[in-house]
Structure formats: C-alpha cells, structure tokens
C-alpha cells in the first residue's frame, strides 16, 4: 500500500547566513513588521544562527530507521520542511526520481492546527504540483496528541524534570504544560484547545500530579489580535504571587526542543524565574524517547495492516485517519 514514509517538519536554519532567508520563508506573506523579523533573527544569533530542530529530525529519523528495521518495516524514510532545507519540494522530486509511488507522512506535530497540519497537506500539495505526475501521492498519519507512547514519553521527561528537586517538594511543585499560542480565530476552527488539555489532563492523572496549568508561548502577532492564554511569563509571575516556590515547565505542544524550547523557556522563562525567587527546572519534550519512536512505528504499523488496532487514551479516543474538507482552516472566517 505504501512505499515510504516521508517525515514533514518545521525546519530551521543551521548556520548565521542562513537565518534571514529561513525567516522570509516563514514570514512570507504575513504582515509583520520589519522589527520583528530583526528581534527573531537575534534570538537565533544567540545560538550561532543554529536551531537544534534539523539535528533533532536527523535523530528521530535515524532511531525510526532502526525501529522499522527491528520490526521488519521495510520501507525507506525521506524527510522534507517547509522552510528550510530538505525542502518538501526537492524531497518530492527525489522520491519521484527513485520510483516512490505513494508515501505515508508523519507530522512533527502532534496537535490539529492549521499551521500543524493543514498547512502542512497545503506544502505537500504544492510540492507535488511542482514535481507534476511522476510525484508520490502522500497520505497523512493521525495526530497522536493522546497515544500511549507520546503520554509515555511526556511523564517520563516530567518525572526526570521533578527529580532534580528535593523529594518532599514534588507533592508541591506546579506543573506548568506549555504549548504555542494561536490566533483565536484559528484555535476556533480546530481541535488543538482541545487536544491539548486532553493530554495535559492525560499526563497529570498518570502521575497522580494534582497541581497543573496549560499555557502558552511564542506569541508573534500584534497586540491587538487577540491570542490563546495565558502566556507562560505572566503565569510564573501569577504563581509566585500566589506563594508558589518550585515549577515544572513541561513543553507539551511541542515534540523537540527546538528554538522556541530553548529561547522561549529555557533562557527567557529561566532568567524570570531567577528574578523571581521560583525554583524553575524544564523537562524535555518526546524527542527520540524510546516510547515515541515505537508510537511512530505502531502508527506506520496502523496504516499497513487491514485490521489496525488504533490505540489512543483519554476522553476523545484515536483521530481521524483522513481529514474532512473542514478541517483546520486558517481562521473563522473561511469557513
């Protein structure tokens, strides 16, 4: 039924000269301030010019090859971003040039959004009108917001993350879930609300963990769009005036530290924790858990087999397969 997979994400600049041209790549056709692009462009600047997110892909790329090969997957793995080299154009036209016919694609997201998932078939559309008639059809793997192995994954990065406290704090200490805020007019024609507290909901019932918020983060639009709240600083702040000493924050939205991890939260939400008195420690986001990368081949597995068992937990069971006309659109007002 298939004959690859193809691995579709963010992508992200690895080097100083690249991080002006990945950002016109991510702004194009978005109306944002010249200002803006500049202070992004130096929260990278910080880091060399380097986001982890392309090396953290070829890791997950490279634990999936040896998983597929442990359980007799014999299928070739691809990978292609949307900004950034591999682009999913050029991808295209390598699997069209090695005889790929239909591919199976796996989301670096495990939410509905549009930026998480139409937008994504919308780029592989694209790519393959590029390439023309010789291009792989793709299909879509299902979000996975609430697969055993991703929940897995997230409660043992919480548990480590609480493990650098003092014992008799963990009863104590509030779990932060963060995730990357949207437009509310987006969040409106989608599940990703929704999803998120499930699998918050998820992880802290697992862990019998009593105190937890969700927040969000990485906000880029004007003041005046509104957006999901509340934003992650504002609710450390709100935390310590409420006599709260020790924080988890747990990157729930995400599923590797890439630059919004390590800037956002772990030197923007750490230098106000130090300002502030609260004792900050950040778990790590799925990434190549061992938990995660078998959930990618139990969800390849899903698609293979005539008969699949679709594991999920929670209230709202496995997500759809193929998704309606409907589905994630960019704001309330195209539907």
Not at 124 to 144: F, L, M, N, Q, S
Not at 294 to 321: C, F, K, N, S, Y
């Amino acid at each position: 039924m298939y004959d690859a997979i193809l691995i579709v994400s963010f992508g992200g600049p690895e080097g100083m000269s690249d991080v002006m041209p990945f950002l016109d790549n991510v702004l194009r056709g978005r109306n944002v301030p010249e200002a803006r692009k500049h202070e992004v462009a130096h929260h990278y600047e910080q880091f060399g010019g380097v986001s982890p997110i392309n090396a953290q892909n070829r890791s997950l790329i490279s634990c999936l090859r040896d998983e597929l090969n442990t359980h007799g997957i014999d299928l070739p793995i691809y990978w292609g971003n949307r900004n950034w080299h591999p682009l999913l154009p050029d991808t295209m036209q390598a699997m069209a040039d090695d005889g790929v016919k239909r591919a199976l694609a796996f989301f670096t997201s495990a939410y509905s959004s549009y930026s998480g998932c139409r937008q994504y078939r919308e780029d592989i559309a694209r790519a393959h009108d590029a390439v023309g008639d010789a291009a792989p059809e793709v299909d879509k793997i299902r979000v996975y917001h609430n697969h055993p192995g991703f929940i897995a994954a997230v409660c043992d990065h919480v548990c480590d993350a609480l493990a650098t406290f003092a014992t008799g704090t963990h009863a104590d200490t509030h779990l932060v879930f963060t995730a990357h805020s949207l437009p509310s007019s987006m969040a409106q024609t989608c599940a990703y609300e929704a999803q998120l507290r499930d699998a918050c909901e998820i992880v802290a019932s697992e862990l019998e963990h009593q105190h937890w918020d969700l927040v969000y983060q990485s906000r880029s639009g004007p003041p005046s769009q509104p957006w999901l709240g509340p934003d992650v600083c504002d609710h450390l702040r709100t935390l310590q005036a409420q006599g709260v000493t020790h924080v988890v924050l747990m990157p729930i939205g995400f599923i590797s530290d890439h630059m919004e991890i390590l800037f956002d939260l772990d030197t923007e939400a750490r230098e106000l924790c130090a300002e502030i008195g609260l004792e900050m420690a950040l778990a790590r986001t799925a990434g190549t858990h061992p938990a995660f990368i078998a959930m990618i081949r139990e969800l390849i597995q899903e698609r293979l087999a005539t008969d699949p068992v679709r594991r999920a937990m929670g209230r709202h069971g496995p997500w759809h397969d193929v998704c309606p006309p409907n589905c994630c659109m960019p704001s309330a007002r195209t539907c």
